[in-house]
């Protein structure tokens, strides 16, 4: 049941430097791919700490070759794996600390200050859409990222059954009854800022007038490769957010739940699904040209990083069966040279999204 929260669409604050910075995506087509994907790594993964899985992934000996992979908490600087077999993406753990307030829609996610001092959204193994969509949240945002998209840090949150028990709010409404939310490890995307209103503001939809106003408006282009490649069932969701003073908006793109065709994990493509609903944010588009760098990234993404991506996923979020995981990847791997298809079946759609696409690129 989706909860509509007034404070929705107002609150915000403290810049993440976390969030990738527009600018240096901007500044990234200039430099070589390979370059691109350590930016993304980088900039987008950046609170990466502690080897969480380390004992599942370290099982594997078959990625020498992969790009190692591990980060700061920081995340200005990749840090170097200690070993060529510890090539891993690691993803921070952290505790909920305090409640904040419920968030707004179908998968009745809340907001927790957490143990590293950041605010994190954090979506329930019991919430309401599927358990699946927890792992759909951290494999398509970790995949994001490394396509080099503007994408919030991602976490594993544990949330206490003491946190639970104590906060009468922490609940998953059905239809006739309420049921407490799950404790344990859940999935968290870290608030675009703080969430201090004097800070800043992130707004779930701008009306579209404003939509000139944000400062990465072309990276829409890019999450309208990535969201064919995974075939993303659900509509484009973005933050869209500014610091106080700052007279552009940045657009974070979120809510990856329904990436993977939901809890089904199956490629249905629709030449009209998982688009943002304004056409204005593809506006620019003209040209091939105009999904760089991200759809060449999607398209030469290696595929032991799939692979890597997939197993940082914790196995409680897909019901520990890797069979279909691996499927789900190989799926990933192969359905990288259809991105451009799937695009081109958008572009010549009723919709008409690209009115400026010049044809003979
Ligand atoms: N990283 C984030 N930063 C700021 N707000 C967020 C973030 N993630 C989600 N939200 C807010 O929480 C709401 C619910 O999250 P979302 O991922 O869209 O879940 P649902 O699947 O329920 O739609 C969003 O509409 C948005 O307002
Ligand atoms: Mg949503």
């Known amino acids: 049941m989706p909860i509509f929260n007034e404070q929705e669409g107002r609150a915000s604050g403290f810049a993440s430097a976390k969030t990738i910075p527009i600018t240096r995506v901007k500044a990234a087509q200039e430099v070589t791919r390979r370059e691109l994907l350590e930016f993304a790594l980088q900039a987008s993964a950046a609170a990466i700490v502690g080897g969480l899985f380390d004992g599942r992934i370290a099982q594997r000996d078959s990625r020498a070759a992969i790009p190692e992979l591990v980060f700061n908490a920081g995340g200005a600087q990749p840090a ?15 505790q909920a600390v305090q409640h904040v307030r419920r968030m707004r829609g179908g998968a009745q ?44 840090s991602v976490a594993v949150v544990n949330v206490s059954e003491w946190l639970i028990r104590t906060t009468p709010d922490l609940k998953i409404v059905l239809q006739n009854h309420a049921v407490p939310c799950e404790s344990g490890l859940q999935f968290g995307a870290r608030y675009v ?65 329904y990436c993977f065709n939901a809890e089904h994990w199956t490629f249905p493509d629709s030449p009209l699904k998982g688009l943002f609903p304004e056409n204005e944010v593809y506006s620019h ?31 409680e979020w897909y019901q520990s069966e890797w069979h279909p995981m691996e499927k789900l990847v190989h799926t990933l791997v192969a359905r990288r040279g259809k991105v451009r298809d799937l695009i081109t079946e958008f572009r010549t759609s009723s919709r008409e999204p690209f009115p400026k696409w010049k044809t003979g690129f």
């Open 285 to 315: 588009v003209s040209r091939w040209e105009s999904f760089e760098p991200w759809l060449s990234c999607i398209e030469e993404m290696p595929e032991e990083s799939i692979l890597l991506a997939a197993e940082t996923v914790p196995p």
């Open 193 to 257: 800022i703080s969430p201090c209103p004097w800070d800043g503001q992130v707004f779930d939809y701008l009306p579209e007038s404003m939509l000139k106003r944000v400062r990465n408006l072309e990276s829409f282009a890019g999450i309208l490769a990535f969201d064919k490649w995974t075939s993303n069932g659900d509509s484009r969701q973005a933050a869209f957010w500014r610091m106080m003073r700052q007279k552009k908006y940045t657009a974070t793109f979120i809510d990856q739940g």
């Open 109 to 152: 996610a809340h907001l927790f200050r957490c143990s590293d001092g950041n605010f994190y959204v954090v979506k329930f193994k019991n919430n309401p859409q599927h358990l699946k969509v927890l792992a759909n949240e951290m494999l398509a945002t970790l995949l994001a990222s490394l396509a080099g998209l503007p994408v919030p």
């Open 80 to 94: 170097r794996a200690q070993s060529p077999n510890e090539n891993r993406i690691d993803v921070p753990s952290v």
